[in-house]
């Protein structure tokens, strides 16, 4: 995985496996209130989607992760795989996006002028507009849950819109900015998609580029 991935998921599996016992992953806190990002994404949508569903995907994990831990049976390791992919995705998905949020007051919506993202932007898509027409159009078409991300290839070193399903991460490219369509945005996909640009933390994607970019 690439060190963002990385970073949200310390130890490792493997280094967790290797010491004979699981780590115990937990549910990091949202870094504003739960009411934040209003009227954009209500506070119901945000508890139930943080507390609930991100919450669902740590006690998965952990118990993935102990049950692996516990088992010397290839079969019984294999057959873990998928729950350690979809619970470990969901939580690696879900740690970055919350840093990906922030309130429109301070720096939600807000890309920043004349950087190195906003000139890639334009570079890679003719124009931050099209960009965010892009993305959207990308999102909106999953098929029930799944994730709509921009990240950057390293081997082109360019930015390119990728998307995953339910809940894998991405690991093709490094991932930049990412927005998640789930069942609970009650079927209103593009009204969703397109309020999320106003609490979209412009400044974490902008140091998540830089990072990627400098590597």
């Known amino acids: ?62 118990a993935a992760e102990e049950a692996y831990a516990a088992t010397d049976s290839v079969p019984k390791k294999i057959a873990l795989q998928s729950a350690l992919k979809f619970n470990g995705g969901g939580h690696i998905n879900h740690s970055l996006f919350w840093k990906n949020l922030s309130p429109a007051k301070e720096a939600g919506g807000k890309l920043v002028s004349g950087g190195a993202l906003e000139k890639a932007l334009v570079k890679d898509f003719g124009s931050v507009e099209e960009f965010k ?34 809940q894998d991460p991405l690991l093709s490219h490094v991932p930049i900015i990412g927005i998640d369509i789930w069942e609970h945005y009650k079927n209103v996909k593009p009204d969703y998609l397109n309020a999320i640009w106003n609490v979209i933390n412009f400044e974490e994607a902008e140091k998540r580029f830089v990072e990627a970019t400098a590597n």
């Open 133 to 166: 027409k892009k993305m959207n159009a990308a999102t909106a078409a999953i098929q029930g849950s799944g994730w709509g991300w921009l990240g950057y290839d390293k081997n082109t070193n360019k930015l390119e819109i990728v998307t995953t399903a339910n």
């Open 1 to 62: 995985m690439f060190s963002l991935a990385k970073s949200a998921l310390r130890p490792s599996f493997a280094r967790a496996f290797a010491a004979g016992k699981a780590y115990k992953h937990t549910l990091p806190p949202l870094p504003y209130a739960y009411d934040a990002l209003e009227p954009y994404i209500s506070e119901e949508i945000m508890k139930l989607h943080h507390t609930k569903h991100h919450q669902t995907y740590v006690n998965g994990l952990n």
